[in-house]
């Protein structure tokens, strides 16, 4: 016994110095997705930790301290209404990034069942589903979300389902694509002819193959979500003052030209995020594409 402890401990010691090295090396070799989600886990830890490093209420009002530019009682200065731009900035992120994450997600789930069946199914099913898809992507996407939020009233709430209806159609087109070139694989054709049921194929055999390039566009959404939110929040369809949403804030902003840190320091947000997606989104790519060396 105590020999095959012996022998069995160094190989479990070289397994986890292994893992460790490849980990080191696809951080060497994909840096820009370590970044990308390095940034992002930064922003994660900003909405958990909100009230702890900006502890000044984002709502609470001073008109003493009217439109101040940044100091170090107030790092990013103070709107029309004496509120910390800081503190507003920094709570915007539990509104911005929340939001945007469950529309990705509800995209990627709605998109990629319809998806599926559409191109597996075919026929009758593809056609409906397709057609609905065709119409939506007809519109510009900003045009149709503004319409629908609109037509729904301004919310936080609308503004998702407008984010939702916009982008789901995307994911559905994408997942078509694969399943169509995934079905006619041997290892379908051989499962079929084995007498395995249509669903369990598209579930365990079908779907696992297609997941790739949903990832990739998820993590670019995240940040082009957020942008459409903000805007509409900057045209005054989304999220309603007094929030402390990135897009709103830039909207108080945009008049005042020479208090220029109301509408630079949310920007500065937007971008940052936007930013870390497009990085996470190419490390992504080039990690998960067999071709790329």
Same mark, same amino acid.
């Given at each position: ?41 930064? =922003?994660?830890? *900003? $909405? +958990?930790?909100?009230? %702890? ?5 984002? !709502? &609470?009002?001073? /008109? ?36 945007? =994450?469950?529309? *990705? $997600? +509800?995209?990627?789930? %709605? ?5 599926? !069946? &559409?191109?597996? /199914? ?172």
């Amino acid at each position: 016994m105590a020999t095959t402890q012996q022998l069995s401990t160094p190989t479990t010691e070289v397994s986890f110095r292994e893992n460790i090295g490849r980990a080191v090396a696809h951080a060497r070799k994909y840096p820009s997705m370590w970044v990308g989600l390095t940034i992002l886990i930064l =922003f994660i830890l *900003v $909405i +958990v930790l909100a009230d %702890v490093i900006a502890p000044v209420d984002p !709502l &609470a009002q001073d /008109l003493t301290f009217r439109l101040k530019p940044p100091t170090s009682e107030h790092p990013f200065g103070t709107d029309e209404l004496g509120r910390d731009i800081y503190s507003r900035v920094v709570h915007g992120a539990r509104i911005s990034l929340p939001a945007s =994450f469950f529309v *990705v $997600i +509800v995209s990627v789930i %709605v998109g990629t069942f319809l998806g599926a !069946l &559409a191109g597996f /199914l075919g026929g009758a099913v593809d056609e409906v589903i397709m057609r609905i898809a065709d119409v939506t992507l007809a519109f510009p996407s900003v045009v149709l979300a503004l319409a629908i939020s609109a037509f729904l009233g301004p919310s936080l709430t609308n503004a998702i389902i407008a984010a939702c209806v916009v982008l789901w159609p995307e994911y559905a087109r994408l997942m078509r694509s694969q399943v169509l070139v995934v079905r006619s694989f041997e290892f379908v054709m051989a499962a079929r002819s084995l007498g395995m049921r249509e669903l369990i194929i598209l579930v365990r055999h079908i779907l696992p193959n297609t997941w790739t390039p949903l990832i990739i566009k998820a993590a670019l959404d995240v940040g082009g979500i957020i942008l459409l939110v903000s805007a509409l929040s900057f045209l005054g369809l989304g999220v309603t003052p007094p929030a402390p949403e990135w897009g709103a804030m830039i909207a108080m902003g945009r008049t005042k030209f020479y208090q220029w840190w109301l509408a630079t320091f949310p920007g500065i947000a937007i971008l940052l995020v936007i930013f870390a997606c497009n990085l996470l989104s190419e490390g992504l790519r080039n990690w998960l594409d067999p071709n790329y060396k």
